[in-house]
């Protein structure tokens, strides 16, 4: 089975800087797109960022020029540099991955159980 797990959370001022970090283990044959996502209480889910197979990155307006999105293949695992942070980042932050488990396998998403980011003074 595939699991990812989050962390890096945590409580910060605006203005300070957090790293996320999501390892992927278990059954891996192969993994693609690796995105972040974000919903914060009583809102809809967002996508935060993105980095393709090819290591292209991509990011929501919202976090544009201020977050970083990365991804190190030998261990399996993606990253979220964030800085310049403000309180309307308060969320549970999400990994998400598209992972070939095996070989023969059908390509499926995988969702880790989220950390929390709160940015309060």
């Known amino acids: 089975q595939v699991q990812l797990v989050e962390s890096g959370g945590g409580l910060v001022q605006p203005g300070g800087s957090l790293r996320l970090s999501c390892a992927a283990s278990?059954?891996?044959?192969?993994?693609?797109?690796m995105r972040w996502y974000r919903q914060a209480p009583g809102k809809q889910r967002e996508l935060v960022a993105t980095?393709?197979?090819?290591?292209?990155?991509n990011y929501a307006d919202s976090v544009k020029g201020r977050f970083t999105i990365s991804r190190d293949n030998a261990k399996n695992t993606v990253y979220l540099q964030m800085h310049s942070l403000k309180t309307e980042d308060t969320a549970v932050y999400y990994c998400?991955?598209?992972?070939?488990?095996?070989?023969?396998?059908?390509?499926?998403?995988?969702w880790g159980q989220g950390t929390q980011v709160t940015v309060s003074s």
């Open positions: 998400n991955a598209v992972i070939r488990a095996e070989r023969w396998a059908i390509p499926d998403d995988y």
């Open positions: 278990g059954s891996i044959f192969g993994i693609y797109a």
């Open positions: 980095i393709t197979s090819d290591d292209s990155p």
